[in-house]
């Protein structure tokens, strides 16, 4: 809780933080990373970086933190941490980095808001930000105590096993652990950070789903190349580097798995919605229910470009075929003509989930491109979901946070 000297004068302020919170983050990260380039180079993803999405993320945060500090005091403020705290730990970040952040975080608000910064205003912002910092120190603790490594030891190696092509641009990764022992258990929806030593020597990590259900000897991504759309942005750094170099034999350094998006306890119906490559945590969770869950009711929607780009797609139709009481639902912007199967509906254009025949009482878990999960969530929700109800997963820095 913020101490009771320091409330007001965080509300007082709050407005003028908040609207200057994108040239705070901007300058905080040009500090951080003029002191501590290898930062930039072997720990932040230098894409967000260059394209604005990361300052995006981590102003949201604080923003949303600092409001429920001092609007909602009731609500328990690190409940929005999550999903940073597993990403932190998926990167091995250690308790002793937050002093560095603290520092050029609390320098860029006095450097950006100045005269405005008092002694008061800069200890009560100091505050808010070790509420957070301590809030996310004390998770990743927990996280790393339950992955069973040291605080920050997260990089381990697996060979490659297997690679396969699931589509025109994803390819698969079966990965094993080289002393022969089984692969750690994970909860179906999560993740594991990978590492790559680029041609620069930078290296850079990204996070990928692990896309088979737990309980194999083995873990399995799947990553999709990110080309140029338009040519003028550069081609994805670590996928390409994966299509191009990652072969059976090889050893990539991974993270244990981390993420906060896992099923629910109890019997509810499923929805599992997903777009493009965001296929993989689902396909996992769908995997999952099959060996533990067959009666479960399921539905699967997935939209892609077309069906040569639906990586695992006739895997996908086989697993929700061992579950009685799934249906499927497929939307392709072209080609659906080509395509179906029992039980299995295509359909050309963009998903639509307003005429699915779904229980109130589902649970539902996105993920996919922003603007695909905003219009499912909101049809959802149109639908009488309630949004605690309503999960998901965003490939990058969450811009959804808070909002
Ligand atoms: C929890 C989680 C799970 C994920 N699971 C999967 C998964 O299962 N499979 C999967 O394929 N991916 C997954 N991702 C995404 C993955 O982590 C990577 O983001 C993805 O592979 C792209 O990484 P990259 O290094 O190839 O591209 P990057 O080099 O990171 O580039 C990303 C984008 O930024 C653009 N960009 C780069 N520099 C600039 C610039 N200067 N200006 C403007 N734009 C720029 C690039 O053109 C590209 O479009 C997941 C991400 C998260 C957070
Ligand atoms: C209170 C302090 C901090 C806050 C509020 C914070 C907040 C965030 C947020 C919001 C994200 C994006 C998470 C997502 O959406 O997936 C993030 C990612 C990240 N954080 Fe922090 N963070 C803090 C401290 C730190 C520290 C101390 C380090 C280590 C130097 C660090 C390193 C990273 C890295 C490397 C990423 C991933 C960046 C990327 O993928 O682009 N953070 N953090």
Known sequence: MLSASSVPIVRATLPAVGASLGAITELFYRRLFEEHPALLHNLFNRANQANGTQREALAGAVAAFATVLVER?????????????????SLGVTADQYTVVGRHL?????????????????????E????MANALIAAEARLYAGAQVDDGQVWREMEIAERTEESVDAASFVLRRPDGLPAEPFTPGQYVSVQVELPDGARQIRQYS???APGR??????VKRERSADGRRPEGEVSTWLHAHARPGHLLRVSPAFGDLVLPQDDSP?????????????????DHLGDVSPHRRVTVVHADRSPAHHAHRAEQAELAARLPHSTVHLWYEA???DVGGPRVQVREGRADVSGLDLPRDTTAYLCGPLPFMRAVRGG??????????????VFGPDLWLGK
């Open 73 to 89: 005091p009731g609500e328990r403020p690190d409940a929005i941490l999550g999903r940073i705290a597993h990403k932190h730990a």
């Open 106 to 126: 609390t320098g860029a608000v006095a450097e950006v808001l100045g005269d405005a910064v008092t002694p008061e205003v800069a200890a009560a912002w100091d």
């Open 128 to 131: 808010v930000y070790w509420l």
């Open 210 to 212: 692990l896309s088979a």
């Open 217 to 222: 000897q083995t873990w399995r991504i799947t």
């Open 270 to 286: 499923l929805l599992l919605a997903s777009a493009g490559i965001g296929v993989t945590p689902l396909l996992s969770m769908l």
């Open 335 to 337: 080609g659906a003509r």
């Open 380 to 393: 959802l929700l149109a639908r009488g979901l309630s949004p605690a109800a309503v999960h998901y997963e």
